[in-house]
Structure formats: C-alpha cells, structure tokens
C-alpha cells in the first residue's frame, strides 16, 4: 500500500469507528464511550482531513455532522413551565374538546373562536428578551427545568437578538420550535433517521460552531413570562411579533366553528406534503386570552388548546394469531400478531384488538385479512375486517377467560354506569407475575420516579434474569451482574447507578401515584398526598384498623370518589401489595407534601358548592378556590368553613346540614362579588 491508500484506510477505519459510536449513542441511547474520548476521536478525523486534502473529496465527514449532544448545558428553571399539548384525531375528539370548554366557562353553546396554527415537528425552545435584548435561550427540558442553549440558538440568523419595535414588553419570553427544512435535510442527513432528530441533536452541541453548520429555521407559536401584558388575543399577538421580526408560520388562521376547523385540517393536509417542514397536524388555541387564563392548566397541558392530529396512516394485512397481554392494572388486552407491514414508515407485527367486546363485535378471527391504522406514538390498532378474504373454514376466536398467570380473570360492573365492563381484568395486583412487570415498567416511567436508562426494554431484561422483581429491587440492583449483560459496559452502568440514586428522594405525590393504585392518577396523587402530608401518615393505610378510618375521611376530599376509596381498599388489602410497598419506602426518602399556601381570598378556608352558577361551571369555581389559597371539599362536615349555594337546583338537605352545623352561607351573588366578577 502506498502511503496515500494507507491514510486513506486509517481515515476510513476512524469514520466507520465514530459512526459506530454515533449508533450506539443516538439509536441506542446506550454510548461506549465517554464524551473526551469521542472527542478525540473526532478531532483525529479533522486532524487527517485538514492535513490530506484528498480526504475531503472522498465526502465522508458527514458523519462528524451532528456529533454527540452535550449533557453539560447548564440547568434552568423555566420562568412558566413549557407544558404539553393533549390530543385529539378527529372530528369527535375537537367537538369533545369544543363542549369541555364551553361547559368549563358555561357559555351555553355560544361560539368560541381560535387560533388555529400548524405544529411543527421540531423541538421547541423558549427565547426571553430583558428590554428587548435576547438575554436567554432555553430547551425544553422536563418542562419545568430546561438547558441554557442561548449561544446556539443565537446562530439561527433568522432569531432576532434584538427586538426592532415600540411598546415590547419589557420582559417577554418567546417560544417556539426550532426545525430543520426538508431540503436542507436531504443535504446534511449525516446520521440522523430525520429532520427532527437532526434538529435536536444540533441544538445540543457544545460548540456553537457545529450548531451553526446545519441550517436550523424556526416558528414563533407563543409567549411564557411577559411583563407587561400588552395582547388581548393570540391572533393579534402573532401578527405583532411578526411585526417585530419574528417568524411566524403563514397557515396561522383564526376560525370560529366545528365546520371551520375541518376544512383548514383538510385543506393544511392536503398541502402538507409539498410544505418545507414536517407538520404532524393543527393546533387550535382559545384566541382570547382572558378566557384561556380563566381556562387554565390540568397537570400537564392547558384547557384552552389542543393538538388536532392528521388521520392515522393505514395498511391491509393479514392476522397470524391473537395472544392477550396484561397491563398493570390486570386489564387483559387481546394483541393480533400480523404479517409485518410497514405503516407511514414504520414496520408494524403487532396491533391492538382493544378488548374482548370489541373482538366479538368486529368477530376478528385468527386468518383475517385486516387494516391496520398508525397515528403518532399511539399504538397500532385494528380497525376492520375483510370477511370477503376468509377462509370458509376459520373459526370464531374464543376469548380466554384466564390470565397469563393462571387465574380466572373477571369483568367488572362499573359502579356508577351498573355496567358490565368491556375489559376483562386479572384481580392479583402484585401476586400476579404479569401484573408485577408492567408496574415495575410504570414506577420508572416519566412521571413516576423517572429513572434514565432504565425503560421498559431494560426492566424486561432485568426481569428474565430475576435481577428485578419488585420496585425495592431497584434500589438495591448488584452492578456486579450487569456488568457481563449483553449491551452493558462501564459507561452506561454509572449513569444508570446514579439515575436510581437520585431518584431515591422523591415527592410524596409522586410515590403514590407510582405505586400504580388503580384510579389515581397523577391529579389524584396529588389531591391525596395533601391529605395525608407525610408518608408516615400514609403508612396507616397498611393496616385495616388504620385504612378504615382514613377511608371515611377520604370523602371528604374533591376528586376522591367511592371509586377511588374502594381501590385503595382493594389495593391494600391484599398483603403482597402492602409488603411491597412497605419495602420500597425503606429504600427511599419521601418528601413531605408541600401544600402551596397560596395566599388569597381563601387562604386556609375550606369550601364546598351546591347548585349550579349561571355564570361559571363547578370546575371553574374549583379552580378560582384554590388559586385563591382554599381548599373545596366534597361533603359537609365540621371542618367546612364556607358552603357557596348556586341557584340552579341547589341540594336542600346539604344547605340544612350546614345551618345545623352554623356554616357560613353565601349565595351566588355574593359569590360574584366576593369575586369581583
Ligand atoms: S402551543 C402549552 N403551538 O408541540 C403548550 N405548540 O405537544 C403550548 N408545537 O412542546 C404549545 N407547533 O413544541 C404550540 N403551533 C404550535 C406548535 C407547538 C409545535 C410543539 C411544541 C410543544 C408541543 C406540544
């Protein structure tokens, strides 16, 4: 070999190296090496091109485009939280979403108007200007805490760094979502699977050298902390900024109907696919702000917007068999195996069949020819059958009535409909092997202790190996034995020890919407972790005598309803559940409940309705009480400071109840004032 062909494979042999690490890193999420030692490797890549100018020519280096991101980015405490959006896909979900807030804000019906923008598939950032000046640039992050990414953002030419215009506020923060156009995609793809992976590895780079390599644009959707607030509707605020130099995307619109909605989600789909950048559907927003600050949060994402998705991607194939699968809660769900086929680019073998209702309505046999729908994260489902396809001789699929662990499963009759449940359940909660995995699977999830490297693949692995077998398990994991595990190395073991340490001391709301009791979800956790403050207190619902009393008290609570109070009962009279749970506080330490003292009109007050309001519904009502610092309870007892009578059809025996006990009254005008509305 002459000298020119041997640096040519020393050249080589050092690309496909780092493109190895790249995979493992960003398809893996599971990196060899450490951060230095690719940074060698790649500086020794730059090093060769730069001396042999020959190298350039053979337009390898696209694999050093969109290096490893940093995990170094300073933490920051976003001024408003960055939340997220819920869904809905299609012409039912947006009118679900229409009544919810109609009903919230009890307008009878009256027309709301909204915004109504594309969303883009990039990633979102928050720009905040002091004075017109860009001062700060944030990722997303948690939501809560985000990564100051302000140097690279500030290498997108388009981001004003200083805003040109009169009257800004004074303090105002901008987000948006950063994207990187098709076109341009298709120039850099380097080692990304798509535009919207590219764009988010290259706001990480640590040098805002490498970020400002790859062409990054970006949508102006909406403002976080502004002071002072100038705009009465979202429409006119984006028609100022576009004013003040940002961009804004020109499909924005605002329409007034259910029948407007549809036609810009058809008429934004059908062009979608000639646009610069990927949308994945509409966001609609209230227009007017008043009414979205009176609509608020829920824990995640605002009442006033939603994302209305574009339809699911469908394709015909052919079902191999139907297996069940149990969920955490003992929901027993029949999944059909199919002939793989690859649905909006991505190659579905398995889809859901929902439940055993839905199998008998659609008589789904083993054979049958199928659609299969995909839309977003959203698991693949059935959506119909081409009984013109099957065979004569197949038969009807007979549903197993017992669990994967054995046990007889059982519908249950809903409480307040008296309905027999579409859903078959195994009722072993912890006892049930099948039951156990899918919990360990939601403790580590997101929203519960949120441990890093530690998915749902991993907790499979861990569990085949018996190395994991119940939440405390987790705390106490031998690093020893993962060591010779396939896809371990000494890198991603460090990162996991220290993702379960940290994630040791966790807040009380969390830890019991972790424990996976059925019917408490995160609002839930939240409404009982007031209640009981500590986890010392909590710890009494171990025993009958103690989970008795509490159970009565817990009625009070609004949110809690018998539903609730009867699967905590459930739940813990089951020892196995109990045992768990005693074990897994052993290996931690719970945080006291912080109640927000907000202080206001109802600062330590406790307040229950009766009757409607003609001018707010019950939930708004709830929602002013406890932003006011009170709290609303769900029935009458001494411990009422105020009940608050609606004149539509109030409950007599309540109000008398409450003269009995000398409760304050108050009556719907007064409320109004008291109010200031
Ligand atoms: S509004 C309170 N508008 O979608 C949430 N979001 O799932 C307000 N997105 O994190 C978000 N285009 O990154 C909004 N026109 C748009 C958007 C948009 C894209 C992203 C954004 C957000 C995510 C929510």
Known sequence: MDSKSKIIDIYKKKISLLKKHNKLYFE????????????????????????????????????????RPSNKFKKVKHLKPMLSLSNAFDKNGMKDFISKISNFLNTKGKNIEFSSEP??????????????????????????????????????????KKIKGNNVPSLFEIRGEIYIGKKDFDNIKGNF?????????????????????????????GFGAIEPMIFSTQSEFLEKIKNWGFSINPLSKTVKNLDEIEAQHSYVDSIRSSLDYDIDGLVYKVNDLK????????????????????????????????????????????????????????????????????????????????????????????????????DQKSKKYIF??????????????????????????????????????????HIVSKD????????????????????????????????????????????SI????????????????????????????????????????????????????????????????????????????NFFSINTNTEIVRQLINQLKIKNFKVQNKKGKFSNKTIMFTGGFEKMSRSEAKTLVENNGGK?????????????????KPTKKKIENAKSLNIKIILEDEWYEILNL
């Not at 202790?449 to 939440?471: A, C, M, S, Y």
């Not at 309870?633 to 004149?647: P, T």
């Open 400 to 441: 197993p009535e017992k669990c994967l662990c054995g046990a007889l499963t059982k519908k249950e009759v809903n409480k307040s409909t008296k309905k027999e449940d579409a859903v078959r359940r195994c009722l072993k909660g912890y006892e049930c092997d099948f039951i156990a995995r899918e919990k360990l699977k």
């Open 119 to 160: 969303k883009i598939d990039g990633i979102s950032a928050t720009l905040i200007y002091e004075n017109g000046v860009l001062t700060k640039g944030l990722s997303r992050g948690d939501g809560v805490v985000g990564e100051d990414i302000l140097e690279n953002l500030k290498t997108i030419n388009e981001i004003p």
């Open 494 to 569: 460090n990162n996991l020890k220290k993702a379960i340490d940290n994630s040791k001391i966790i807040e009380l709301d969390k830890f019991i919407f972790s424990i996976g009791i059925r019917h408490i979800g995160q609002e839930n956790a939240k409404i009982l972790a007031g209640f009981f403050q500590s986890i010392s207190k909590f710890k009494d619902l171990f025993n009958s005598k103690g989970r008795k009393k509490i159970l009565v008290n817990l009625i009070e609570l609004d949110g809690i309803g018998e539903i609730q109070i009867e699967s905590i009962n």
């Open 632 to 648: 609303v309870l769900g029935a009458i007892s001494k411990k009422l400071d105020i009940l608050v009578i609606g004149n539509s």
């Open 28 to 67: 893996n999420d599971d990196p060899k090496i450490s951060d230095a030692e690719y940074d060698i490797l790649k500086k020794e890549i730059i090093n060769l091109e730069k001396k042999n100018n020959f190298l350039k020519k053979l337009n390898l280096s696209k694999a050093i485009v969109g290096s």
């Open 448 to 491: 519960a202790f949120n441990i890093d490297g530690l998915g749902k693949k991993v907790i499979d692995q861990f569990w085949e190996i018996k190395l994991i077998r119940q939440p405390s398990d987790i705390f106490t994991i031998n690093y020893n034995t993962i060591k010779n595990l396939d896809g371990w190395g000494e890198l």
């Open 193 to 221: 699977a798509n535009p919207r992976n590219a764009a988010g590895g290259s706001l990480r780079q640590k040098d805002s050298r490498e970020t400002s390599k790859i062409p990054l644009k970006y949508f102006a959707y």
């Open 291 to 390: 009414l979205q600050s009176r609509l608020g949060n829920t824990s995640n994402s605002p009442r006033w917007a939603v994302a209305y998705k574009f339809s699911a991607e469908k394709a015909v194939t052919k079902i191999k068999d139907i297996v069940i699968q149990v969920g955490r809660t003992g929901a027993i769900t029949p999944v059909a195996k199919v002939e793989p086929v690859t649905v909006g680019g991505v190659v579905v073998s398995n889809a859901t069949l929902h439940n055993e209702d839905e199998i008998n309505r659609k008589d789904i046999r083993v054979g049958d020819t199928v659609q299969i729908q995909r839309a977003g994260d959203v698991i693949p489902q059935v959506i119909s059958v081409d009984s013109s396809k099957r």
